[in-house]
């Protein structure tokens, strides 16, 4: 079992930055993709990007492409998703997953993260 907690969320300015943090409980998450999806309000959960268990072939929505980055740091358990030049579509409840492939789609990931909450001020 895989337990995955998130932090880093909170209140930025349009323009700004934020880094959102993914720890893992265990070491086995290092065998695992990971992803970051989002749920803004009255919005059904999106992707937003994923990386393979090496921290190669990242994937992003089209939407972040070039203002966000995903990567993780194997020694820490942890996956990072940095985000830059935030706007205020970017609000929304950010949740990391763990699954065996770097896919798009919601179910191809096995453990889910509570969530943590972005909210971008115009």
């Known amino acids: 079992q895989v337990q995955l907690v998130e932090s880093g969320g909170g209140l930025v300015q349009a323009g700004g930055s934020l880094r959102l943090s993914c720890a893992a409980s265990v070491p086995t998450v290092n065998i695992y993709s990971v992803g970051w999806f989002r749920q803004g309000p009255g919005k059904e959960r999106e992707f937003v990007a994923t990386v393979d268990w090496s921290g190669g072939s990242p994937l992003y929505a089209n939407s972040v492409q070039g203002r966000f980055t995903i990567f993780r740091d194997n020694a820490k358990k942890t996956v990072y998703l940095e985000m830059n030049s935030l706007k205020p579509e970017d609000t929304a409840v950010y949740y990391c997953?763990?699954?065996?492939?770097?896919?798009?789609?919601?179910?191809?990931?096995?453990?889910w993260g509570q969530g943590t909450q972005v909210t971008v001020a115009s």
């Open positions: 997953a763990a699954g065996p492939r770097a896919r798009e789609q919601p179910d191809s990931y096995h453990y």
